[in-house]
């Protein structure tokens, strides 16, 4: 139920209200609890309402983030 | 994406050589669903457990509660919107589903927001709206609970059952019954409360929180991070979830929840009564509390005969530990909660692992 899914923001319009793209679905959502959303932002949809704004760099600095433990996790390794 | 699957086979081997005993405890059902769906779980070395945990609304909704709103819905007048997922929940005497078969008007909605339209047009009736869910769902309840008074739309009422995780996490970690040493947080809950909670918990129990997102890379990201803590024998709260939550939260849903809600105490299945745990709408919006407007009766939670839903919720079991799993009780036929959601441990078990036991 706490499902949420990735949409781009493909228009605005007055009264908080947008329009997202959800695997090629259009729907119409509330982003009056992302007022800072942008067009062509990512927001994940729950309920009819963005949730949050995301943070493409922040995918790629997880992918970064999985690099840099592996090199810790080698370390331990290398110490057991 | 190869890239990611050469990581992926890294990361699984990784976890392998691990030699602690560990129990880890996916708070959420998406999680739970997610793990299901991976066979992440049969990857794992047998000391290290996933066990399911208590983050399926459905599931926690006390039976006592879901029996008062199958009496509410036969008052005249009324239609009551709900999320689908609440249709099918037995009741003690009959489902949502069931109750709509009879005659009442209930309606399946994806958003709070369209409960507040269909209030809009049809201006006679009284619309009722079921309010399921934790901190990512109670804000969107919340703002259409504001749109509302804006639109002056006043036959918009809402029956909060709106439950906050943290409170329930405690009391995992608080039972001796319950083995869990580290959490794997639900990335949606999250979004909205941030990792301050969970820097509580990390502390005040020694036990590492992993606010994990939901893919399968996510996932065992996310059990790496937790093994690594124990490595260094240390409990932090962390953030695997980078692109999607932010370690205050999302302030405005927050805020929102402050306006519109006060915390109550209140009682969960499996979990029974937990202080503070519960969302009720706050006195300044109590012209929208269907509690006020319509008598609800306080009823007594009755326990599903031979239904094990409470035990699976709290991770004391695995849903292949019930004896009725996938004989008597099946998604076509399901006895309780766990088996009716989608999200629910024994549905997820059902659908891709229905014949093996994983928790001894
Ligand atoms: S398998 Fe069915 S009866 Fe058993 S705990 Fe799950 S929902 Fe309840």
Redesign the interface.
């Known amino acids: 139920m706490c499902l949420g899914v990735p949409g781009r923001i493909i228009s605005i319009s007055e009264n908080n209200t947008a329009v997202v793209d959800v695997n090629a679905n259009q729907i119409e959502i509330s982003i009056v609890l992302t007022p800072d959303a942008q067009m062509g932002q990512w927001v994940l949809v729950h309920a009819g309402f963005a949730m949050q704004i995301m943070d493409e760099n922040e995918a790629e600095e997880s992918l970064a983030l999985m690099l840099e433990l592996q090199k810790i996790r080698e370390t331990f390794s290398y110490e057991q | 994406m190869n890239n ?1 699957k050469a ?1 992926m086979q ?2 699984i081997r ?1 976890i392998q ?1 691990e030699t602690q005993s560990i129990s880890m405890m996916e708070v ?3 999680h739970t669903m997610a793990i299901a769906k991976s066979g992440i779980r049969d990857l794992l070395p047998d000391n290290i457990k996933l066990i399911s945990g208590p ?4 599931c926690v909704t006390a039976q006592g509660d879901i029996d008062a709103v199958i009496e509410l819905v036969n008052q005249q007048d009324l239609i009551l919107a709900t ?1 689908g ?1 609440m249709m099918r929940v037995p009741g003690t005497s009959s489902s949502l589903q069931e109750a709509r078969g009879k005659g009442a008007d209930i309606r399946v909605v ?5 409960a507040v339209e269909m209030a809009s047009n049809y201006p006679t009736r009284k619309v009722v709206f079921l309010g ?3 901190e ?2 109670a ?2 309840v919340g ?1 259409s609970i504001e ?1 509302a008074r804006a639109m002056q739309v006043k036959n918009y009422f809402v029956l909060s059952l709106h439950k906050l995780v943290p409170p329930a996490l405690e009391v995992i970690f608080s039972d001796p019954d319950i083995k869990v040493d580290a959490l794997i947080c ?4 999250s ?2 409360i941030g990792l301050n909670p969970y820097r509580e918990l990390a502390e005040k129990y020694h036990k590492p929180c992993v606010i994990t997102g939901f893919d399968d ?1 996510d996932i065992l ?1 996310g059990i ?2 937790i093994l ?1 803590q124990f ?1 260094q024998n240390q409990a932090r709260a962390e953030i ?1 979830y ?5 370690e205050k939260g ?1 302030p ?2 927050q805020s ?1 929840l402050k306006r519109v809600f006060k915390e109550v105490d209140t009682r969960w299945r499996g979990l029974g009564q937990i202080p503070g745990s519960g969302l009720e709408i706050s006195d300044e919006y109590s012209d929208y509390n269907a509690r006020y407007k319509f008598a609800i009766p306080d009823i007594e939670d009755i326990p599903i005969k031979g239904c094990s839903c409470g035990e699976i919720l709290t991770g004391k079991i695995s849903p292949h530990d019930c004896p009725l799993f996938g004989s008597a009780c099946n998604p076509l036929n399901p006895i309780g909660p766990c088996m009716v ?1 989608h ?1 629910g441990a024994c549905a997820a078990y059902y659908r891709y692992t229905p014949l093996r036991g994983e928790i001894e």
Do not use: W
């Open positions: 990611n990581i890294d990361m990784e050589t959420c059902g998406t983050g399926c609304p459905v999320f997922d994806y958003s709070p927001m369209d399921i869910g934790f990512t769902t804000p969107t703002a749109a639900p990335g949606h809950v979004l909205v890379e990201q790496l991070m690594l490595k695997q980078r692109r999607a939550v932010k999302n405005v849903a929102v959601s999200e």
